[in-house]
């Protein structure tokens, strides 16, 4: 791992996949999942500049989600521009549309590098093991959203979930064109978990996200005993009210809620990959994963959502945003010492 992320790109174009690699990339995103190109392809210079402003833009949304009255750290919070998933664990979202045109406000530093990373990403890497992976049906890739993952100290590991929802499930199974992926572009080298080195990575269940089936059923062996006690739980609201019924579902996959702590170190099942700053992971939306605790670090993943065959990311980013937050509901906002789920 070390001698592997000590070869850094300099370059800003990084070296074309060969023929078999980006075959052996499309297998594995296929039959797996996900695939891991480790070592670095996104220049150290970018990787800089996404890590200054990634700290940045947190820092600042936080301020804004103060400023409205909420507690930036201990409220479980979900707007446009960053949602708290867990306890010191965001998702934030980087707006990469155009700027300039028609009175339009130019792009902000953060917005600048990530589109740059979308740029880079798409005609390295993405845009060649997608086209191998959908053969003659491929008929283009495009990324629709931009954001990061940043975990900081006393993080814990997230609950297994899912990012799709289960009408994607439904569409994806019929329409085999139809897929959102997910590209990780750590901003910190990460371990492989499982090893003698800690990992703060990224733990997926293979082959989880070939069926909504296999996705439950992953996500079952991943809690244990405690999805039987979820499941006999919904079963008994179920019959309260059929609107909720779709909600359960719906979280099941992980979708309106993660455990806020609590989530094993690493499954048994589970693989933990190592990644260089910069190097990339794929995963496909469906794919049952989780983020591993903190290591006593502030660690920053970037991402591109990339979809084919016309998919939307409908779930995991809601329309209000910070502006929108009254006093009346920052103060209804849950308590991380109160909740076992967000939703």
Not at 85 to 105: E, I, K
Not at 109 to 126: D, G, I, K, M, Q
Not at 191 to 216: I, K, M, N, V, Y
Not at 245 to 262: K, Y
Request: with cysteine.
């Amino acid at each position: 791992m070390v001698a592997l992320c000590s070869a850094r790109v300099v370059a800003s174009a990084p070296a074309a996949l060969s023929v078999e690699a980006i075959g052996r990339h499309a297998a594995s995103l296929r039959d797996r999942g996900f695939t891991v190109l480790p070592a670095p392809i996104i220049d150290t210079a970018l990787i800089a500049r996404l890590s200054a402003t990634t700290t940045a833009r947190l820092d600042s949304l936080l301020d804004r989600v103060e400023a409205k009255g909420c507690d930036p750290l201990e409220q479980q919070y979900l707007f446009r521009e960053v949602c708290a998933r867990q306890s010191m664990r965001w998702d934030l979202h980087v707006d990469v549309a155009r700027r300039g045109a028609s009175g339009r406000r130019k792009r902000t530093p953060a917005e600048e590098a990530y589109a740059e990373l979308s740029r880079a990403l798409l005609s390295s890497a993405v845009e060649p093991i997608v086209e191998a992976l959908q053969g003659a049906g491929y008929e283009g890739v495009r990324p629709t959203a931009c954001g990061a993952i940043v975990s900081r100290r006393g993080a814990a590991g997230q609950r297994p979930h899912a990012d799709a929802n289960l009408p994607h499930y439904a569409e994806a199974e019929r329409n085999p064109g139809h897929r959102l992926f997910n590209c990780f572009v750590p901003l910190v080298d990460i371990a492989a978990g499982g090893g003698d080195e800690q990992s703060d990575g990224t733990q997926f269940w293979p082959a989880s996200h070939l069926t909504a089936d296999a996705a439950h059923r992953a996500w079952e062996r991943a809690l244990g005993p405690e999805a039987l006690l979820e499941e006999k739980e919904e079963e008994e609201e179920e019959e309260e009210e059929e609107v909720m019924q779709q909600q359960r579902q719906l979280r099941q996959l992980g979708q309106l809620e993660e455990r806020a702590g609590g989530a094993p170190a690493l499954g048994a099942e589970a693989e933990a990959p190592a990644c260089c700053a910069g190097g990339l992971i794929i995963f496909d939306f469906r794919i049952i994963h989780g983020g591993l605790p903190s290591i006593g670090r502030e660690r920053a993943v970037a991402y591109v959502i990339c979809s084919t065959g016309g998919a939307q990311d409908e779930t995991n980013f809601p329309p209000e945003r910070i502006a929108d937050l009254t006093e009346a509901g920052a103060d209804a906002l849950p308590w991380w010492d109160e909740i076992d789920f967000v939703q």
